[in-house]
């Protein structure tokens, strides 16, 4: 079991910036894989910015070149570097970690953290 905190959400100017913390229970280097995905209101959760333990990272095309993940394996955390925040950005954010053993895949949420980009 993985329990996951976020912090750092709130209410930002458009073209402001945030930085999102994801503390992990666990070791991250247990952890295949941590992320973070959005969900606005009325829409479905969609991937964000995930980071893997061997270092590659993948971003959703509407926030390359302004979102940054990052990790600091020795306090467990993921961050979530935001800016040239835009209206659209505004949505609850969780945080994931993803575990693969064997065959198989088991993830897990954190209670997700509110940001809201006002225009």
């Known amino acids: 079991q993985v329990q996951l905190v976020e912090s750092g959400g709130g209410l930002v100017q458009a073209g402001g910036s945030l930085r999102l913390s994801c503390a992990a229970s666990a070791s991250i280097f247990s952890i295949s894989a941590m992320g973070w995905y959005r969900q606005a209101p009325g829409k479905q959760r969609e991937l964000v910015a995930t980071s893997t333990t061997g270092g590659s990272t993948n971003y959703a095309d509407s926030v390359k070149a302004r979102f940054t993940i990052s990790r600091d394996n020795a306090k467990n955390t993921v961050y979530l570097q935001m800016n040239s925040l835009k209206p659209e950005d505004t949505a609850v954010y969780y945080c994931?970690?993803?575990?693969?053993?064997?065959?198989?895949?088991?993830?897990?949420w954190g209670q997700g953290t509110q940001v809201t980009v006002s225009s």
């Open positions: 994931n970690a993803r575990r693969v053993v064997g065959l198989s895949t088991y993830d897990y």
